[in-house]
């Protein structure tokens, strides 16, 4: 029977300080380019919908270059089947059926989910990876 793996990726949230470092670079970079800029033009960047979230993107994409892990909040929609899911991640499925035929369901809502990245060139076989190694 297929084994459900369970990660530990519940340590520490980044910190305050930490947010308050990287705004603090970013602050640094718009005083350091503010002559490249007009005052129009900037207020209407700052009124771009997300604009927030679009300029943590990159940061985001360091942080899961870095640790091999991606972690999104999503919305759980308990009535798909599990392959449902799994497409929905529009993540490459590389796994076998018998896992996800032993997917649990949860009660849906608001959940995170955990992905992280494989490096193929480290196993003996990557097209049958065993827990171990994926614990490694």
Same mark, same amino acid.
């Given at each position: +029977?297929a084994?459900? +793996?369970i990660?530990?990726?519940?340590?520490?949230? +980044?910190? /305050?300080g930490?947010?308050?470092? %990287?705004v603090n670079? !970013?602050? /640094?970079a718009m005083?350091k380019? =503010?002559?490249?800029?007009t005052?129009?033009i900037?207020?209407? &960047?700052l009124? $771009?919908?997300?604009?927030g +979230?679009m300029?943590? %993107?990159?940061? =985001?994409e360091?942080v899961?270059?870095?640790?091999? !892990?991606?972690?999104?909040?999503?919305m759980v929609k308990t009535? =798909?089947e599990?392959?449902?899911?799994? =497409? %929905?991640?529009s993540?490459k499925?590389?796994?076998?059926? @018998? $896992?996800v035929k &032993?997917m649990p369901?949860?009660e849906g809502?608001?959940?995170?989910?955990f !992905?992280?990245? !494989?490096k193929l060139? @480290?196993y &003996?076989?990557?097209?049958?990876?065993? /827990?171990? @190694? $994926?614990e490694s």
């Open positions: +029977m084994k459900i +793996m990660t530990s990726t519940e340590s520490k949230k +980044m910190t /305050d930490q947010i308050e470092n %990287a670079k !970013l602050r /640094d005083f380019c =503010r002559p490249e800029i005052s129009d900037a207020q209407q &960047v009124g $771009v919908k997300n604009l +979230m300029m943590f %993107a990159p940061f =985001r360091h899961e270059e870095i640790s091999n !892990l991606v972690t999104r909040v999503v009535e =798909r599990p392959t449902e899911v799994i =497409r %929905a991640t993540h499925f590389q796994g076998n059926q @018998e $896992v &032993v369901k949860g809502g608001e959940v995170k989910v !992905l992280f990245r !494989l060139g @480290e &003996v076989n990557p097209h049958c990876i065993t /827990d171990d @190694e $994926v």
